[in-house]
């Protein structure tokens, strides 16, 4: 099965600063990857699928790259509530799979 | 508007059972997969089981495998996961998610939360 590593776990930035999380798998997954965002006490949201589509609403300063074992995450500009957890998942074979999260705080 | 209501989620012993109810409106829910994921205490996220949508074909993870069990009511807008021989590592916040038939959940209920203590 594919397993699924982000790094770094957490990263530390300041509102306006860009921040770049980055998703590995052990084995490709083409583009069948997605991000979520969950804040504390909250179900995670879909933020972008297929690598780099944006779920309908998100801003653009989210944007996703990538594809077959090596994905990226950028927020552009981080505003006060983009500070949550994000994670990846690869949606390519069962059992789908998610990464372990990277906290991204002030 | 997608809505998803897990229920049923509390205390139980180990080696008990619960059964989790996800209840769904704001979409056709006999048209749509659901999935079953779980989140330990801190921890991240784990996909569980996988229905489709007539329940026809059912996945589970292998820490879910013989002993839960997911069905679903297209009638009422119903899924079901029925967890049995539950143990400590169990405890966490359940969600059930909609699609997922290889590919991205689109919408998350709020979970309920499972602990398993004596």
């Known amino acids: 099965e594919i397993v699924m590593t982000q790094s770094p776990d957490t990263v530390s930035v300041s509102p306006g600063e860009r921040a770049t999380l980055t998703c590995r798998a052990s084995e490709s997954v083409s583009d069948r990857l997605a991000w979520y965002q969950q804040k504390p006490g909250q179900a995670p949201r879909l933020l972008l699928y297929?690598?780099?589509t944006r779920a309908t609403g998100l801003p653009a300063r989210f944007s996703g790259s990538g594809s077959g074992t090596e994905f990226t995450l950028t927020i552009s500009s981080l505003q006060s509530e983009d500070f949550a957890v994000y994670y990846c998942q690869q949606y390519k074979s069962w059992p789908p799979a998610f990464g372990q999260g990277t906290k991204v705080e002030i | 508007e997608v809505q998803l209501v897990e229920s049923g989620g509390g205390l139980v012993q180990p080696g008990g059972s619960l059964r989790l109810s996800c209840a769904a409106s704001g979409f056709t829910f006999s048209g749509y997969e659901m999935n079953w994921i779980r989140q330990a205490p801190g921890k991240g996220l784990e996909w569980l089981s996988y229905?489709?949508?007539?329940?026809?074909?059912?996945y589970y993870s292998d820490s879910a495998k013989g002993r839960f069990t997911t069905s679903r009511d297209n009638a009422k807008n119903l899924v079901f996961l029925q967890m049995n021989s539950l143990r400590a590592e169990d405890t966490a916040i359940y969600y059930c998610a909609r699609d997922g038939d290889l590919s991205p959940y689109t919408s998350w209920g709020q979970g309920t939360l499972v602990t398993v203590s004596s």
């Open positions: 229905i489709s949508t007539d329940a026809t074909t059912v």
């Open positions: 297929g690598a780099s």
